[in-house]
């Protein structure tokens, strides 16, 4: 799994555990929504304030 940050356009360095993390709360949350399977190939989530 590959995970990347971006703050206001600039990318910001994961290590390994940290991307490890983020991935996986991410896959949490989406496929416990209903409409999402397992079979997914790329998640995107964009925050804005």
């Known amino acids: 799994m590959e995970v990347s940050l971006k703050v206001d356009g600039k ?11 983020i991935g996986n709360v991410a896959v949490a949350m989406a496929e416990s929504l ?7 190939k790329g998640i995107e989530i964009r925050i804005e304030k």
Do not use: C, K, Y
Not at 34 to 40: H, I, L, Y
């Open 11 to 21: 990318a910001i360095d994961l290590n390994a555990f940290t991307q490890e993390f």
């Open 34 to 40: 209903r409409g999402v399977g397992q079979d997914w």
